[in-house]
């Protein structure tokens, strides 16, 4: 059987995150894996420098909670790592360590500042053959994945298998982008690197989720829970469920079940009785509408096709937001971002619909609109 364990964790306060860990780990026998001097990594979900509140990013309070949990029981060597997006550097990690509020850490686990990486071979069977992974995750004996619950314009959901692409280092990723611009294809590749790095335990962050454009420019939605498994495939398909999409329709998940990874027959869930939001998340504007799935199914593949060519999500500037910063630039797979006159020049041609662009910006000048949408 897969466990998931859910908690209420009504809010950040200390008291009722460290318990909501301690019920989490207690149910899943975390303490039996311990060994004394293990490396043990907490890899939470930073994207890039985002304040506490900001619900795009893993909340302090619980990477805090992790880490005392883990002292508590004689663990010494704690990093906490993650790669954002962006380059790969040591200002860029101390930026986003002092502003998502990480820094309060120091004295409990260390912030990871070693900036190399090491490829990792993938396990058999797998379409790419090895990933590039920052060193300490690379070299962990322990991983405890600390994610976000969130939808997530490019692969609908954001939550504990999506977490691990972080281990790619910065602009490393935007490059595995441009390799698997087709949605399903840029799916597959994520499930094999976290098949790759797999965490051994990952917790949920769903105390505020994010709903609509995630994973940075979407609205705050209360959950009021913590997640964790040891079976990450097994708590993706009961966070989707929570959050009223349909785990089939997420390429990651249905691609897990067609891999035999994941069984959802197989999951057990222990602590909070499941039911899921009343309300679901609202999905990102760039996904389409759903009328294909009311035709009959022989006219399914090429409506979406259709579809697809002329409802093709495209990111917009809002030109009196943009602040010049050329993160966007930056992080544009197929380099078609210009800055001119300290404004982003958004391309039409060429554009993969991944949105790194929107998924970067400070400002959120970046939306989403469909293709007969936008001006040429
Ligand atoms: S669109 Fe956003 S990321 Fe790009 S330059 Fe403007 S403010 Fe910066
Ligand atoms: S413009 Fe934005 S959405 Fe289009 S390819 Fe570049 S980063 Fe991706």
New binding site residues.
């Given amino acids: 059987m897969s466990l998931v364990s859910i908690r209420k964790t009504e809010d950040y306060s200390r008291d009722k995150v460290d318990s909501a860990i301690a019920r989490h780990f207690e149910a899943l026998n975390v303490e039996s894996d311990l060994r004394p001097r293990m490396k043990v990594v907490i890899k939470p979900n930073l994207i890039r420098a985002m304040r506490p509140e900001h619900t795009g990013t893993t909340h302090p309070s619980l990477v805090l909670a992790v880490a005392k949990w883990l002292r508590e029981r004689g663990i010494e060597d704690i990093t906490v790592a993650d790669s954002p997006g962006g380059p790969h550097i040591a200002a860029n990690l101390k930026t986003v360590y002092s502003v998502s509020g990480l820094k309060a850490i120091e004295g409990t686990a260390k912030l990871n500042f070693d900036l190399g990486w090491r490829e990792i071979k993938c396990p058999a069977g797998y379409r790419n053959l090895s990933f590039n992974i920052i060193n300490p995750i690379a070299d962990a004996d322990y991983i405890i994945n600390i994610a976000k619950l969130k939808t997530h314009c490019m692969t609908t959901l954001s939550a504990g298998i999506k977490n691990m692409f972080g281990a790619v280092p910065g602009l490393q990723k ?1 490059e595995l ?2 390799k698997f ?1 087709n949605q399903r294809d840029f799916s597959n590749m994520i499930l094999e690197v976290a098949g790759t790095v797999m965490p051994n335990v990952t917790v949920i962050d769903a105390v505020e989720g994010m709903e609509g454009n995630g994973p940075t420019s979407g609205r705050t939605r209360h959950v009021g829970l913590t997640l964790a498994s040891r079976d990450i495939y097994a708590q993706d398909y009961i966070a989707a469920k929570l959050i009223g999409l349909e785990p089939e329709k997420v390429d990651m998940l249905s691609l897990a079940i067609e891999k035999g990874l994941l069984k959802p027959e197989n999951i057990m869930i222990e602590g909070e009785v499941f039911s899921p939001l009343e309300t679901p998340f609202k999905l990102p504007d760039s996904k389409k509408p759903d009328f294909i799935d009311f035709l009959p199914k022989l006219l399914r593949r090429p409506a979406s096709k259709v579809v697809d060519a002329l409802l093709k999500p ?2 917009v500037l809002e030109s009196n937001k943009c602040v010049g910063c050329a993160k ?1 630039a930056e ?7 210009a800055i001119r006159e300290g404004k982003a020049v ?2 039409v041609k ?11 910006c400070p400002a959120r000048a ?1 939306r989403v609109e469909c293709r007969l949408k936008v001006k040429k």
């Fill in positions: 935007p982008h441009y611009p495209m990111p966007c992080s544009c797979p197929p380099k078609l971002i958004m391309p060429g554009c993969i619909s991944c949105f790194c662009c929107q998924e970067m970046i």
